[in-house]
Structure formats: structure tokens, C-alpha cells
């Protein structure tokens, strides 16, 4: 937790918002590939939490299949 705290301290602040915004962007087009902004998000220091937190704002949560 220390760890995680001190990255987000340190990191650009700037360039994580552009990014995690480039990232809905792009999840907002059905036919754009994903992978370039997941790799600038990671060169930003953006956690998978906030990069998930950003998907399931645009695609919801999956719910589980009733029977």
C-alpha cells in the first residue's frame, strides 16, 4: 500500500487524467483497438483499478446469468 500511495504521489497527474481520457474515448468506438491506450496508460503509472474503473463507466458491470 505504501508503494502504491508513492507512485501516486509522484506520477504525472496530468498525463494520467489524458490518458485515462484518451482510454474512454476509445472505448466509446466499437471497432477502435484498445491495447495502445492501456500500454500509455501503464507508461503514465495509471493503476488497473482506475483504467477498470474507466471501462465499467462505459460498458457497465457484467451481471451473472439466472437460470
Known amino acids: 500500500m505504501a508503494n502504491l500511495r508513492e507512485v501516486k504521489r509522484t506520477r504525472n497527474s496530468q ?8 482510454l ?4 466509446q468506438k466499437e471497432e477502435e ?7 500509455d496508460c501503464v507508461k503514465e503509472y495509471v493503476t488497473i483499478q ?3 474503473d474507466v471501462l465499467r463507466e ?3 458491470e457484467a451481471q451473472p446469468m439466472r437460470v
Request: charge should be positive; include cysteine.
Open 15 to 22: 498525463g494520467v487524467s489524458r490518458s485515462l481520457k484518451a
Open 24 to 27: 474512454k474515448g476509445a472505448a
Open 33 to 39: 483497438n484498445l491495447i495502445p491506450y492501456f500500454i
Open 50 to 52: 482506475e483504467m477498470c
Open 58 to 60: 462505459v460498458f457497465g
